[in-house]
């Protein structure tokens, strides 16, 4: 399976400020999605990360507080803008392997914490 | 209307012991259904797809059953290393939708 990386691994942050979080694949990943997790809850898909393209929202998420790039098919970034501690949450970077594109795994996630 | 329910637990068995989980979906077009397993702080790692026809890798065996739309899974011989979340999660509609996923159910296994 694809290894894949996140910084930072946890982070404390102010409110109003932004956190990027980056996702990087030690492979080429046709998909790659950003989850959130908060605490007892499942995890929740944010967007999908297209390459060379806006990536795909879903609903109760939006680009202006969440922007996502995705430069290459190895690499992509979110950033939690504006934070709240509302956004204290866990977020996961998620692909989908080339060689099985019926199976997710997911990076080791980051831990935010809004103050 | 929840698209995935689990019984959140926590199911406390001893060693040895067998346990099963159930999961619910909604979407009867679903075609792609998973065990992940989450230790604490940890991410989702991938246990097993569940084929229709079932599936069995070891002491864990997955299946699916359509008509009641549930999938389920069995662990035998439970061991203290067993111990974590178990999240259930299938694809949104037909076999190309994104994953959607159950709150898991917490496993704790008690020498």
């Known amino acids: 399976s694809a290894v894949i990386s996140q910084k930072p691994s946890r982070d404390i942050c102010q409110r109003g400020t932004s956190l990027t979080i980056q996702c990087q694949v030690d492979s080429q990943v046709t998909m790659m999605f950003w989850y959130r997790q908060q605490p007892g809850q499942s995890l929740t898909l944010i967007a999908t990360?297209?390459?060379?393209?806006?990536?795909?929202?879903e609903s109760g998420f939006v680009i202006d507080k969440f922007p996502i790039s995705r430069p290459n098919l190895t690499f992509s970034t979110l950033t939690v803008s504006n934070m709240s501690p509302e956004d204290s949450s866990i977020y996961l970077c998620?692909?989908?392997?080339?060689?099985?594109?019926?199976?997710?795994?997911f990076g080791p996630g980051t831990r935010l914490t809004v103050l | 209307r929840k698209e995935v329910e689990q019984d959140p637990g926590p199911f406390n068995v001893p060693e040895g012991a067998t346990v099963a989980f159930n999961c619910t979906y909604s979407n009867s077009a679903s075609q792609s259904f998973f065990w992940y397993r989450q230790d604490c702080r940890k991410e989702p790692k991938l246990l097993m797809s569940?084929?229709?026809s079932g599936n069995e890798d070891g002491r864990f065996t997955a299946q699916l059953n359509r008509a009641s739309q549930y999938i389920s899974l069995l662990i035998r011989d439970s061991k203290l290393s067993d111990s974590a979340t178990y999240l259930c999660a299938m694809r949104d509609g037909g076999s190309q939708g994104n994953l959607i996923f159950g709150k898991g159910t917490k496993l704790s296994v008690k020498p």
């Open positions: 990360a297209n390459q060379g393209s806006e990536a795909t929202y």
């Open positions: 998620s692909v989908e392997d080339l060689r099985d594109t019926d199976t997710q795994y």
């Open positions: 569940v084929y229709s």
